[in-house]
């Protein structure tokens, strides 16, 4: 065996006994060549395979050994590209935004999902897809009022909250802020998050709920109350006259943290009010001071994290079938932000709820960063969808998934492959044929891939596949026509691979 991109091996050594072949031991080698170098040589019997015991020290030092020189080849290899995948990425890369159209069933959304792989996307955090649809809006996209239960009480109010979108430029804001940070920060920002995740596990488990917090003021005292449900910290004053309750987030107590780094800046702090709402205004200055407090006295100094780097990473948002939602509805004032020019802070604006945004990396206006790439698919086609207007066009690279390149989509189909493939190209050039269709109106391959459904009907397979999967779409497509039926005979006895004469074939249209 070896690992893929390397020549890092395990080789058998053959034997004869008795006129018949046998592995006597194992070697390592890192040549590609038959005679191959042994770099380090074991005995079946030396290495215990198969004395059903617990690993030995041989068998250790071999996989060890195996280990550190498939690390050292890796180190030096060449990053391998994804061929295949590799002019998509490109083309995203220097854009920033790629629409994927062209005829039905040529997996664009799976190839959406492959290109946003090829970019290195590891997690649906750096990948994100969402469908439009008609009823599609602003509110699901970037940001709206929703209706909230109250932390505190069984009352209904309303919350601004992050549309998808904007949820997904924040994740890929942070990573980028973060790869261009200093170590030092790094460390600092891993231990705060350790200290408050340490905090809120002792309030939930009960070790600190009801804890008194040190405020300078000795005339009003607050206590730890609970967490809620997003993880934001609950306080209440325990004087019977006032019992106000308070709540502290996350986001917004690290804000106040990154000013105001230890203990000692929290104390020389003068006015405590002004000094806090300077950095996150709309809030109860004490609360904060005393929480932030309380984190680093009890939690900080026992917390310790590395300073490894971050590493800038890619993000992908794939949006299904963009041209069935009312694009300006849902995009709004985001055209001009996700213009591939105005990437970044340079492309800010206003969004329709600035005015409301708190608690957010975006306090200042909406951008999306410059690691976040949009992939779109559609149909050209589509009949229940008007085209995309030039303003979003021109924002966006084109490229056309062509059924005939699609083809590779066939390969589960085994035996069957071969003729699929020729009974698709056979029907495809049809189509073409066939006055005012083209090669938009293609079958692409994953109508084919339908053929799995049938494969135990053998001798009527394709029948099925044409009655149940093909003739609706292509009757869609001809419905109104003149010669709608002489036509879809046309394309049956195309998909059936029967030849007709030339002088029904010239007279078809």
């Known amino acids: 065996m070896n690992w893929e991109g390397t020549w890092v091996n395990v080789r058998p050594h053959w034997t004869n006994v008795n006129n018949e072949r046998h592995i006597d031991s194992l070697f390592l080698t890192q040549d590609q060549v038959s005679n191959a170098k042994a770099v380090l040589t074991r005995t079946l019997n030396d290495l215990g395979l198969f004395d059903n015991q617990e690993p030995n020290s041989i068998l250790k030092e071999f996989f060890d050994t195996y280990k550190n020189m498939l690390a050292a080849s890796l180190a030096n290899a060449p990053v391998q590209k994804d061929v295949e995948y590799e002019e998509y990425v490109e083309?995203?890369?220097?854009?920033?935004?790629?629409?994927?159209?062209?005829?039905?069933g040529t997996g664009k959304t799976y190839l959406a999902k492959q290109i946003a792989k090829a970019m290195g996307t590891t997690s649906e955090e750096q990948c994100k897809m969402v469908q439009f649809h008609p009823s599609y809006d602003y509110t699901d996209f970037v940001e709206g009022l929703r209706p909230i239960k109250s932390d505190t009480s069984d009352q209904i109010g309303f919350e601004l909250q992050q549309g998808v979108f904007k949820q997904f430029c924040e994740k890929a804001l942070e990573n980028w802020e973060d790869s261009r940070k200093k170590p030092k920060d790094i460390s600092a920002e891993r231990i705060f998050k350790e200290a408050y995740e340490r905090f809120i596990d002792d309030i939930r488990n009960g070790k600190i709920a009801g804890n008194k917090l040190p405020l300078r003021s000795?005339?009003?005292?607050?206590?730890?109350?609970?967490?809620?449900?997003?993880?934001?910290?609950?306080?209440k004053t325990t004087d019977s006259e006032s019992n106000k309750t308070y709540t502290v987030s996350y986001n917004r107590l690290k804000k106040l943290s990154e000013t105001y780094k230890d203990l000692k800046a929290l104390d020389e702090i003068t006015n405590i009010y002004k000094a806090v709402t300077e950095v996150i205004?709309?809030?109860?200055?004490?609360?904060?001071?005393?929480?932030?407090?309380?984190?680093?006295?009890?939690?900080?100094?026992?917390?310790?994290?590395?300073?490894?780097?971050?590493?800038?990473?890619?993000?992908v948002f794939i949006i299904d079938e963009i041209n069935r939602g009312e694009i300006s509805k849902i995009f709004g004032e985001l055209f001009f932000s996700i213009d591939p020019g105005y990437r970044g802070e340079s492309g800010r604006i206003f969004t329709q709820y600035q005015n409301l945004v708190v608690d957010s990396p975006f306090n200042n206006g909406f951008f999306v960063p410059e690691n976040v790439y949009i992939i779109g698919t559609m149909n050209d086609i589509d009949r229940s969808v008007d085209t995309m207007d030039f303003a979003m066009r021109r924002r966006f690279a084109w490229k056309e998934v062509k059924a005939n390149e699609r083809l590779g989509m066939l390969d589960s189909l085994g035996a069957d492959k071969t003729e699929a493939i020729t009974r698709l190209i056979n029907l495809n050039a049809k189509i073409e044929k066939i006055d005012g269709l083209s090669s938009a109106y293609h079958i692409g391959p994953a109508y084919f891939k339908k053929l799995e459904l049938y494969q135990k009907d053998t001798g009527q397979k394709w029948e099925l596949l044409w009655n149940y999967h093909l003739k609706g779409l292509l009757y869609e497509y001809l419905r109104g026509s003149d010669k709608l039926d002489a036509n879809m005979q046309l394309l049956k006895d195309a998909y059936d691979l029967i030849k007709r004469d030339q002088a029904e074939s010239d007279g078809e249209n």
């Open 91 to 104: 083309l995203l890369k220097a854009n920033k935004n790629l629409i994927l159209t062209g005829a039905p």
């Open 218 to 235: 000795e005339d009003v005292t607050m206590k730890i109350v609970e967490v809620s449900d997003n993880n934001n910290i609950i306080l």
């Open 281 to 315: 205004k709309g809030c109860h200055s004490s609360a904060y001071w005393a929480t932030l407090h309380y984190v680093y006295e009890h939690y900080v100094g026992k917390v310790t994290a590395d300073a490894t780097p971050v590493e800038e990473k890619n993000y």
